[in-house]
């Protein structure tokens, strides 16, 4: 069972425009983090939030936590062929410390054409 | 800073061979852990490990051995390859379990069980 759908697995968008990609989950996470990853090397964290409703920036990205911590989304404004990559989100579920296990979705391919 | 090293880059083993993955960090993280990542499936984990000496099943542990006997280090063992082993694998670590500070990947390694 997946316990994070990202949705659209693949977006091919036109540079300049914008574009919102998501994470939901029926689970309640105790954070959420967003990587992207580039072909060949392994993900790089962008952003964790860890409060329901937070909203993060990041320059032209976009990260919002649901409020029942259920679910996020990235948006990103005028998007450059820079951002192009594979963006993953992962939930975690804290038991105790030291026992926490992150889970990834299967991620969203976009791809920015110049 | 080198953060997250994986040796080697891409392998090929034939069915019933041995192998280990290698695996060091110097940002002395206390959590390490590895992943695979398959077309479809995402980031599944291995095993993890919260500190020297402690380390623990993920999600798909069979197949693998780990040990952790130095903070820097973390090496994963295939006894005796399996073509479903084909995969990339990535080793990450944090600072604490991720929630907050989030994890490091290292660059993958690429490996074929024929």
């Known amino acids: 069972t997946q316990l994070l759908e990202q949705s659209p697995q693949f977006l091919s968008i036109q540079e300049g425009e914008n574009l919102t990609v998501y994470c939901n989950s029926s689970s309640v996470f105790s954070s959420l983090q967003w990587y992207r990853q580039e072909p060949g090397e392994g993900p790089v964290l962008l952003v964790t939030?860890?409060?329901?409703?937070e909203v993060k920036k990041l320059k032209r990205l976009t990260f919002q936590f649901g409020d029942a911590r259920k679910d996020s989304s990235l948006h990103i404004t005028a998007a450059q062929p820079g951002d192009t990559g594979l963006y993953l989100c992962?939930?975690?579920?804290?038991?105790?410390?030291?026992?926490?296990?992150?889970?990834f979705g299967t991620g969203t391919r976009l791809t920015i054409i110049p | 800073n080198a953060g997250v090293t994986q040796t080697p880059k891409f392998q090929v083993l034939k069915t019933g061979q041995s192998m280990t993955l290698q695996c060091a960090q110097d940002m002395n993280h206390e959590y390490m852990s590895w992943y695979r990542q398959d077309p479809g499936m995402g980031l599944r984990l291995i095993h993890y490990?919260?500190?020297?000496?402690?380390?623990d099943q993920g999600e798909v542990p069979n197949g693998y051995n780990v040990s952790r006997s130095t903070t820097e280090d973390f090496p994963l063992r295939l006894l005796s390859a399996a073509p479903s082993q084909t995969s990339v694998y990535f080793c990450?670590?944090?600072?604490?379990?991720?929630?907050?500070?989030?994890?490091?990947f290292g660059s993958g390694t690429r490996l074929t069980v024929v």
């Open positions: 490990s919260v500190g020297a000496g402690i380390t």
């Open positions: 992962a939930g975690a579920r804290s038991q105790n410390f030291g026992n926490e296990k992150l889970t």
């Open positions: 990450a670590s944090s600072f604490e379990a991720g929630e907050r500070y989030g994890y490091t």
């Open positions: 939030v860890v409060t329901g409703g």
